[in-house]
């Protein structure tokens, strides 16, 4: 599609993407947007984080009329999907993970069910791993302690997540996963940005529990799927791991205080061995 024939107010959606060094990735991802139908009007916006592998270069030759926001430094995840939200001008907006791909009918479907739910702050598809099995944590409950408590039980007893990834039902969730989530402007100008003190992990959680607050409701919506290359788990990722945990404990003091907080110390170390079985 061509940006420039459009204006702002004819632009439906805004597609955001942050990169960083996925070049090859960034290439599929952006071609299967490029594939889809003209309806809704869409603009899409790369974010590229510093990126040395030429990424930048390749959306600039092959895709110009990709909209590109080049950081001179690597600022992470949140403040990039900022940028590029305060840079769009549809009236929804999709978070997309670089290493997506992205089916005809998606975006048509998910902004049709949004236009049909008024009262929906965010959606999201079913996730899919290059498997063809459904991806972990497509969508969740609040990391309260009891939900926490619960999530590590069913892993250790009967063997499974605490949710059903491969539910083919419309559900009312607390959250869906920001590498593909789609949230309507009226609610991002009610509750404002993602929370740039949220290196990864959560961030996601955090707006979506935002949303809520404010009346909004939060869909998953899995008559629909994105094949998500990535979403390497927390295992056999340490330094991810100590992300998550980090990024738990800040959402833990921002939403449910001190008392919660050092509660949620004294049993991490129980619920990551819980985690892990």
């Not at 600039?60 to 939200?85: D, K, M, Y």
């Not at 979403?231 to 939403?255: E, T």
Request: aromatic share 10%.
């Amino acid at each position: 599609m061509d940006n420039q024939s459009i204006t702002a107010s004819q632009i439906d959606l805004s597609a955001v993407i942050v990169n960083w060094n996925t070049a090859a990735l960034l290439k599929a991802c952006l071609y299967s947007l490029s594939a889809a139908p003209a309806d809704p009007v869409m603009e899409i916006i790369v974010v590229d984080n510093a990126s040395s592998d030429g990424s930048a270069d390749l959306v600039r030759q092959e895709l110009p009329e990709v909209r590109l926001i080049e950081s001179p430094r690597n600022v992470g995840f949140t403040h990039a999907s900022n940028e590029g939200i305060a840079a769009s001008h549809g009236r929804y907006v999709l978070l997309l993970n670089s290493d997506t791909l992205v089916p005809p009918g998606l975006l048509s479907t998910l902004v049709g069910f949004m236009e049909q739910h008024p009262n929906v702050g965010a959606c999201g598809p079913r996730l899919v791993r290059p498997d063809g099995k459904p991806q972990e944590f497509g969508f969740g409950g609040d990391p309260t302690l009891s939900y926490l408590v619960r999530r590590g039980l069913y892993r250790l007893l009967w063997k499974r997540a605490l949710h059903d990834w491969n539910t083919a039902q419309v559900q009312e969730v607390d959250w869906v996963s920001g590498a593909c989530l789609l949230a309507r402007r009226q609610a991002i100008d009610q509750i404002g940005m993602l929370d740039e003190n949220i290196f990864m992990y959560f961030e996601d959680n955090d707006w979506c529990l935002r949303m809520r607050r404010c009346g909004w409701k939060i869909y998953y919506n899995p008559h629909v799927s994105v094949l998500h290359i990535g979403g390497q788990s927390l295992a056999q990722n340490p330094a991810a791991r100590r992300a998550y945990y980090r990024s738990l404990a800040y959402f833990y003091a921002k939403h449910y205080g001190r008392l919660a907080r050092f509660l949620l110390s004294i049993g991490l170390a129980p619920y990551r061995w819980l985690a892990r079985c």
